[in-house]
């Protein structure tokens, strides 16, 4: 895949597989993919979590991303995806936008293209998932709601530019 189909396809920095409660983040100075904690709450990764490659959010991290895909991979993959939409919040660090996507190569969700293609029930799952992953941590999070993919595209368009005026190549 080449980059000039960016935003529409992305690649995917796969942190934290499906499955897990260890929040694994990729020093970007030491490359390196450390613990950063085990969650505290009774809940797990319900899908595969990570960054998207060549961007920079407004919090200083690469975009986040929220990956949809049959099975689980592991810390450090890297998947080709298509965004479909976006889930907006805040936490402690202020506005926090997770893209969701879906991996291209899984059969299962290749045909997704847009929100709606994602059932109510596993976006209501994802939301519960943020909603709660921080409570015994005492830290607030708060749920703005879904957004379209012409809402993920904005952002994504948005800090890909952050990630350019910092010197970096597409």
């Known amino acids: 895949m080449n980059d000039s189909a ?11 597989p499906r499955g897990s409660r260890n929040k694994y983040e990729f020093d970007e100075q030491a490359l390196v993919i450390r613990l950063n904690r085990v969650l505290s709450s009774a809940v797990y990764y319900n899908f595969d979590y990570g960054f998207i490659e060549g961007t920079r959010a407004d919090d200083g991290d690469h975009t986040d991303a929220v ?4 099975e689980g991979t592991f810390p450090g993959c890297r998947v080709w995806a298509r965004p479909v939409g976006g889930l907006e ?13 879906v991996a291209v190569a899984d059969p299962q969700y290749a045909h997704y293209n847009e ?3 994602v059932s109510p029930h596993r ?3 994802i939301e519960n998932f943020f909603q709660t992953y921080k409570l015994l941590e005492n830290k607030e999070v708060e ?13 994504l368009l948005h800090d890909r530019q952050v990630y350019l005026d910092e010197g970096h190549r597409s």
Request: proline share 2%; glycine share 6%.
């Open 6 to 16: 960016f935003p529409d396809m992305v690649e995917i920095f796969v942190e934290i």
């Open 67 to 70: 990956l949809l895909i049959g």
């Open 89 to 101: 919040m805040r936490d402690e660090n202020g506005f926090d936008f997770k893209v969701l996507c």
């Open 115 to 117: 929100l709606a293609d």
């Open 123 to 125: 976006l209501r799952e």
């Open 143 to 155: 749920i703005a709601g879904w957004s379209e993919l012409s809402r993920a595209r904005e952002i």
